[in-house]
């Protein structure tokens, strides 16, 4: 991580701050560093070291997001991530040690909205911040688009609802935005610096985070997520929302081990899907 000799003294709670954000890392020199970043960008910060002290914070004092690290003493991030999300919808930035995917896909199956791996810039840990609860601020009864449908989705971006064939669907806030942006454009392809910046709101990062989510909304909404025929690779460019996926079935392949969504995250640093 990214630090100077400024960066450990955090800076006084602000009088109107932008948010509350619960911070939730054992590592001291990283709290401070966090916390002291947070302070300065305007957001009120509290702090636990492990997963008993974060849910007991969590409990008296609702936070507007939670930056919970994956590694903790007594109950890992994983645990303390499911109990939050059993009280409610809250955003959950998670933060890593280890850039494993399996690890990142189950922080996202447990209701994680973003992850960062460390070593991290603490920067760019506020501009995901301020991206997260911007669009999760944006995503409630105001949000200005109706429903939208197709292909057998069904999306309600005022009550952040989905379903698929009638059944519905368990999507994080990335998800469902990541969703709602496909469905708003099917059949165009987009490549994952595009919806980096139309989905998350980011002109940087790294691209690997728009693959894990693709590949977990293929598990979500496709009959056979290994041979997808709703969320299309396209080749050298990107992904493409399919409505009629019979129509479609010549022009790309959906899936199998050429497929960026089924890549290690390692070899997903940046470019475009090959």
């Known amino acids: 991580m990214e630090t100077t000799p400024s960066d450990s003294c955090p800076a006084p709670v602000p ?35 492990d997963g008993p002290a974060a849910l007991a914070r969590f409990a008296a004092h609702r936070p507007d997001l939670v930056v919970l690290d ?12 499911r109990r939050m999300r059993e009280h409610g919808p809250v955003p959950v930035i998670m933060l890593t040690a280890r850039g494993d995917e399996e690890d990142r896909i189950l922080g996202l199956e447990t209701g994680a909205d973003d992850y960062v791996t460390k070593p991290f810039s603490p920067r760019e840990l506020v501009l995901r911040v301020d991206s997260v609860l911007r669009r999760a601020r944006a995503a409630g009864p105001a949000a200005d688009a109706g429903p939208l449908s197709g292909g057998g989705l069904s999306l309600d971006p005022a009550s952040r609802q989905a379903s698929r064939d009638g059944r519905a669907l368990a999507l994080t806030l990335r998800e469902f935005d990541l969703l709602a942006f496909l469905l708003r454009h099917p059949g165009k392809a987009f490549g994952r610096e595009e919806l980096m910046r139309e ?23 496709e009959d056979d997520p290994a041979r997808p025929r709703l969320i299309r690779t396209v080749w050298g460019v990107g992904y493409r929302l399919d409505l009629d996926a019979e129509s479609a079935g010549d022009r790309t392949s959906g899936g199998g081990t050429g497929d960026p969504a089924a890549l290690p995250a390692a070899s997903q640093s940046g470019g475009r899907p090959r």
Do not use: N
């Open 15 to 49: 009088q109107r701050a932008r948010g509350r954000v619960l911070v939730v890392e054992d590592d001291p020199t990283v709290a401070e560093v966090v916390v002291g970043y947070l302070h300065r960008a305007g957001y009120a910060v509290e702090q636990a070291d």
């Open 70 to 81: 994956l590694m903790l003493p007594a109950m890992d991030g994983f645990e303390v991530c």
């Open 199 to 221: 989905v998350w709101g980011w002109d940087f990062g790294d691209l690997s985070t728009v693959t894990v989510h693709i590949r977990r909304l293929r598990g979500k909404v």
